[in-house]
């Protein structure tokens, strides 16, 4: 067995692959006939100058707070696990499982409350759009309530990582050694980008760190939230878990900036100038030590962040 394949037997078994899929009602429809309107007041030659969708639902805080909420399910899950491939699978740690699916839950839970609330009032909204979009509202546009709580969902799916193992084909020898090695390929190449997504977000979050801890030359201070030591602490945490390839570079980057913040509080920082330029010469020198694998234009992006 190659070291490779050993790699990803390893893998396979410290983590798995995760879906999440999240369907919701988006209450928009495009009007032609509105659309019809504007290209020929506007003298186009073309029906297909503009595109007009309406909100059906213009001033509606119950569907906006599904809308905002399924946004902040995506980002929790996507802090919980790693990248994967093209087709939003993504990399979970089994180390991870229990408060990924603890989260997941919890957001299951809440997103089901939502659904009600938004469903409990639909009809009384639809009367409310009719006086909101005036001569643009159509009642046939508005599907029974039935069918709009078909069109929400919320579902996770786990499945295990596969191994070259798994190519079990009466082929020939030859062929399906074509197919293991392809597929080791692949699956390498995957993990070291699941592994740059890690460094990735220990980058950001130092290098945000080093910008906001600046004194600069006439004394005037960056000012910085408490998010910025609490967000380094929690991925100190969380890298514990996510670094499935167990890459020493990267442990040993995670611990020096844990010890950089041991008994650090934000107040700190604030109040005690020495504390405050001691705390950003070990993050530089954390930030100096690694080869963080970026190029300029990543580093321009993370300075952004």
């Avoid at 906006?64 to 740690?93: C, N, S």
């Avoid at 920082?269 to 504390?275: F, I, M, P």
């Avoid at 930030?287 to 300029?296: I, K, N, P, R």
Wanted: proline share 2%; net charge negative; hydrophobic share 35%.
């Amino acid at each position: 067995m190659t070291t490779q394949t050993s790699t990803i037997a390893g893998i396979a078994r410290a983590a798995m692959l995760v879906n999440l899929n999240i369907s919701v009602y988006s209450g928009r429809k495009q009007d032609k006939r509105t659309q019809d309107e504007i290209t020929t007041s506007k003298g186009s030659g073309s029906k297909r100058a503009a595109s007009v969708y309406k909100n059906l639902f213009a001033e509606c805080k119950e569907l906006d707070d599904i809308t905002k909420f399924q946004a902040r399910v995506r980002a929790e899950h996507y802090r919980l696990t790693m990248p994967w491939d093209d087709t939003g699978t993504r990399l979970l740690p089994t180390q991870a499982l229990m408060e990924y699916k603890a989260t997941l839950n919890r957001y299951s839970a809440e997103f089901d409350r939502l659904v009600e609330a938004f469903l409990d009032k639909y009809d009384t909204l639809v009367a409310a759009a009719a006086f909101q979009l005036g001569t643009l509202f159509e009642r046939s546009e508005y599907p029974l309530r039935g069918h709009v709580a078909r069109r929400f969902s919320f579902d996770t799916t786990m499945m295990p990582l596969p191994t070259s193992g798994d190519f079990r084909l009466d082929i020939e020898a030859e062929v399906q050694q074509e197919l293991i090695d392809q597929y080791e390929t692949r699956v390498a190449r995957q993990l070291a980008a699941a592994n740059q997504d890690a460094w990735r977000r220990l980058h950001e979050v130092l290098t945000r760190m080093s910008t906001r801890l600046t004194v600069h030359e006439d004394g005037k201070k960056s000012v910085f939230r408490d998010t910025t030591v609490t967000n380094a602490e929690e991925l100190c945490d969380l890298l514990t878990k996510l670094n499935v390839t167990n890459d020493p570079a990267l442990e040993k980057a995670r611990q020096q900036l844990e010890a950089a913040l041991q008994g650090i509080t934000p107040k700190d920082l604030r109040e005690s100038e020495g504390t405050r330029t001691l705390t950003k010469q070990k993050v530089d020198t954390i930030l100096s030590a690694f080869d963080w694998g970026m190029t300029d234009d990543d580093n321009e992006e993370s300075i952004e962040a």
